[in-house]
């Protein structure tokens, strides 16, 4: 959602790289390609003179006229003054001194509400709470239906006693709702009330009433991020005629531009508790201002990425890999589709890779992500005998050729499965006998950085370079001090290896294309 506006001020940024000292007309360039910014990207007018004043007064002072680097103490300030437009802090719910907690649920209709209130339940029975959700919008067509199918695939009961599509009373459903989850010790009871296509007195009245009857810890109020300013004005006459202690934003993975997400706080004092970016009960988090703003300036989300990896990735399989990894055991197709099928329980590769510092200049390589790929890779490995998965070695033609048409690929397609798990192997191996990870610049044993793993070059006349002998001290006890320093000392690091002493491996070199 925040690609546009990423760009122009990865852009603006870029620009102020290489400059010892800023200018007053560097600053004034760069305060006004930062609001031509934020306009584009449709936050509010007010938001975006509040912010560029604060950047610009700060930009001129001395903390940025004394800076080594003055160009990212620019990208600091602004850094900061988004994370205060986003709400400053992370702003948890508020539960309740004695269960259940109630949060009621409000917004337009086609904000995504019933999907919401699902995803949130999921979220909050992660967090071994025992969430109930009520089936409150008995106004719209089959709401009733699509909240009982969201909370079996979140594994939440729902509680409704009425058949929706304009019958019902939504106010006694709800104060019935909160009686039912004292009784069945349900901690949280999540009200999905009903929704209109534009704001009217019926609707604000409705849930005038509902919440009146149950009394909520939080009214959250759901917003269509993909609305712009007719989000922000929806919000204001929410909070005006009805009140809400806080704003969900659903479908932060779509194309719009955004600016509602940097508006809304500003505009309407309340603050973001929790953010939809999918289709997926898994695309659901809370919301953090500091991550969001540095997701914004393509400084990545890596506290983010960690929270999903931990989230899909089972503890008990990660101990047992470790284990396996430890005791000297191969790594097996087995162990490379869990790992495979962990991974996909993240989100989307495209995703995932962008929660990365600097991934913001490969946007154009994370488009072209495939999903597709990890379920052809899946069906191929699960087309599979155990005994296949265990030993590919014993994949002759036939097996390779049923295996291609068990899982509707190409037989090309599973020979490149099997040479690139057997790199994988590889890899695998060398890591296990400390050898570090091949072709990573830095790590032990990498040609060229310290520790075998290439062939030394030879020069013109065929022969290794000589090695180049080292003077000894006059001083006899320096120089016994220096030759038990050499018997101790690695053979290896007697003669640092330089890059281009070394060639690259075969197998690195078929895939560089080499």
């Known amino acids: 959602m925040f690609a546009s506006l990423s760009d122009r001020l990865s852009a603006t940024f870029r620009n102020l790289r290489g400059k010892g000292r800023l200018s007053e007309d560097d600053i004034d360039e760069t305060v006004r390609e930062i609001r031509i910014a934020l306009l584009d990207a449709d936050v509010a007018l007010p938001v975006v003179r509040e912010f560029c004043a604060r950047v610009k007064e700060r930009a001129l002072s001395s903390e940025v006229s004394g800076a080594l680097n003055p ?22 719910l508020r539960y309740a001194k004695h269960p259940p907690t109630v949060i009621v649920l409000a917004g337009l209709q086609g904000a995504g509400k019933t999907t919401l209130a699902g995803k949130l339940a999921a979220h909050l029975r992660e967090q071994s709470h025992t969430p109930l959700l009520v089936a409150a919008d008995l106004q719209r067509p089959n709401a009733v239906d699509q909240l009982r199918i969201v909370g079996e695939r979140a594994g939440v009961p729902v ?50 009433r509902v919440r009146d009857a149950v009394e909520p810890d939080e009214v959250l109020l759901v917003v ?6 007719d989000a922000v004005r929806t919000a204001e006459e929410f909070g005006a005629v009805v009140g809400f202690d806080g704003v969900v934003l659903t479908k932060l993975d779509g194309d719009a531009r955004g600016g509602a997400a940097l508006s809304i706080v500003s505009v309407t004092g309340r603050p973001i508790l929790f953010a939809s970016t999918g289709e997926g009960l898994e695309d659901f988090e809370a919301f953090h201002p500091d991550r969001m703003a540095s997701r914004i300036l393509d400084m990545g989300d890596v506290l983010t990425l960690i929270e999903q990896a931990e989230r899909a990735f089972d503890t008990e399989q990660t101990e047992r890999m470790a284990q396996k990894v430890a005791q000297g055991e191969d790594f097996t197709l087995e162990d490379f589709l869990d790992q495979m099928q962990a991974v996909k329980k993240m989100g989307s590769l495209g995703k995932i890779l962008g929660m990365l510092p600097g991934m913001g200049e490969m946007k154009a390589q994370l488009d072209q992500v495939d999903e597709r790929d990890i379920d052809r890779v899946a069906a191929i490995i699960q087309s599979m005998t155990p005994q296949e998965r265990q ?75 000589a090695k180049p002998k080292q003077g000894r001290s006059g001083n006899p006890a320096k120089r016994a001090h220096e030759e038990r320093a050499a018997a101790l000392r690695p053979a290896q690091e007697e003669t640092p290896p330089q890059a281009s002493d070394f060639e690259l491996p075969d197998d690195v070199k078929r895939l560089l294309g080499g």
Do not use: C, W, Y
């Open 159 to 208: 509680f409704a006693p009425e058949p929706g599509n304009g019958i019902g009373d939504p106010v006694r459903v709800a104060r019935d709702a909160v009686e039912h989850a004292r009784v069945h010790l349900n901690d949280i009871v999540i009200v999905d009330t009903a929704g209109r296509l534009a704001i009217d007195a019926e609707l604000m009245d409705q849930l005038a």
């Open 71 to 92: 160009a990212q103490q620019v990208v600091k300030i602004v850094h900061e003054q988004l994370v205060g437009i986003l709400g400053g802090e992370t702003r948890r």
């Open 391 to 465: 030993d590919p070695k014993i994949l002759n033609g036939s097996r390779r050729a049923r295996i291609a048409r068990g899982s509707g690929t190409q037989v090309s397609d599973v020979n490149g499965l099997i040479e690139r798990f057997g790199e994988a192997q590889k890899m695998m191996r060398q890591m296990r006998g400390g050898k570090g990870m091949p072709g990573v610049p830095g790590m032990p044993g990498m040609p060229g950085f310290g520790g075998g793993g290439g062939k030394k070059s030879k020069g013109r006349s065929g022969k290794a370079p």
């Open 224 to 229: 269509d991020a993909m609305i712009g300013q």
